[in-house]
């Protein structure tokens, strides 16, 4: 007579499950969430995309994945030298490699059985500390958050967003331009998988309102945004329109201490946006203007601003670049 194999975990008292739990889920320092495009021939992409009765993550760039990266990984931030994945005939043939099977311990336990999984969930309701800095590729990176690792908001102390945005409605007015005209963004009609089409501006929006509004539901110690505006008229998109990042992150932030730095360049504008709790329920918002260097032969490339060189070390208070101060607003 043959006996159901039984979980080993569940064999260990509870206490000590709880802590493994603990363990598994927030001891991670740092994630890096974002979507990179599969590189190789054309039978080993369309393999991996579609074999094994699989199918694209959808919502994210066609022939790209979701990446979601124990560690920091620079690569899935940039916007000039993106990440990919480069695949052979051997590695399509790794299932486990696709977003199908995440790499994440939460994930990975709720499968187990339906006792750990009861069980993890009431041990998340339990405050813990958190110590995890979450790293989102802008806005791939946020849509594969929201949509398949909600739950890494819950262990994270500090988020931290980095992209470029490129307007689709919004048209500046601006006078002639005497010098040669840059070239213009990338095209917009990204190709993306499936039929979601993921309104980057909800998401953003939502993100933000979870973290700095009026009832926050999860309690962060610093938010960072870099994104890079492309183009010679780009400094009126930044405050202009009304999905703009910049836009969204004040609409959203109802109490906090914002830093907001805006470098201006010859072929884009940069946006660095930094916001923390403030005790005193009320939002102060500073703002300064920088020069962007970039693009000349002795200068960094265009859109290498987005990723900052300090990071994954950040600082718990604002330091405002070298330069002139600007402008303070305090909102009660």
């Known amino acids: 007579?043959?006996?159901a194999n039984t979980?080993?975990?569940l064999s260990l008292p509870v206490e000590l499950r709880l802590h493994i739990y603990s363990f598994a889920l927030l001891d991670n320092p740092t994630i890096t969430i974002g979507s990179a495009e599969l590189v190789g021939k054309h039978p080993d992409i369309i393999h991996r995309l579609y074999g094994g009765k699989r199918s694209p993550f959808s919502g994210i760039p066609q022939n790209h994945e979701p990446v979601v990266e124990t560690g920091y990984n620079a690569s899935l931030l940039c916007i000039t030298n993106p990440a990919v994945i480069p695949l052979s005939s051997a590695s399509t043939?790794?299932?486990d490699e696709t977003y199908e099977h995440p790499h994440t311990a939460h994930l990975s336990l709720l499968l187990v059985n339906k006792q750990i999984q009861e069980e993890l969930s009431s041990h998340f309701k339990i405050p813990k500390n958190k110590d995890t800095s979450l790293f989102l590729q802008y806005p791939h990176g946020l849509h594969v958050c929201r949509t398949l690792?909600?739950?890494?908001l819950r262990q994270a102390k500090t988020v931290h967003i980095a992209g470029a945005y490129v307007s689709r409605t919004f048209c500046p007015a601006r006078a002639a331009c005497m010098g040669p005209r840059q070239p213009p963004p990338e095209a917009l009609d990204v190709k993306l998988h499936g039929s979601v089409t993921p309104n980057s501006t909800a998401q953003l929006g939502d993100l933000i309102k979870s973290l700095f509004g009026p009832t926050p539901t999860h309690k962060l110690a610093k938010l960072e945004m870099r994104i890079y505006y492309p183009g010679d008229d780009s400094y009126s998109t930044v405050w202009g329109d009304d999905s703009s990042p910049t836009v969204i992150a004040l609409r959203n932030i109802n109490a906090g201490e914002v830093g907001i730095e805006v470098w201006r360049g010859r072929s884009g504008t940069g946006v660095y946006l930094t916001a923390r709790p403030s005790e005193e329920k009320r939002r102060?918002?500073?703002t300064v203007w920088r020069k962007l260097d970039e693009g000349s032969m002795t200068e960094p490339k265009r859109g290498t601003w987005v990723v900052?060189?300090?990071w994954p070390q950040w600082e718990e208070d604002y330091e405002m670049s070298a330069g002139p101060k600007g402008d303070t607003i305090v909102t009660q």
């Open 93 to 95: 043939k790794l299932a």
């Open 149 to 152: 690792t909600p739950h890494l």
């Open 1 to 3: 007579m043959s006996t």
């Open 308 to 310: 900052d060189p300090r």
């Open 284 to 286: 102060v918002v500073s």
């Open 7 to 9: 979980c080993p975990i």
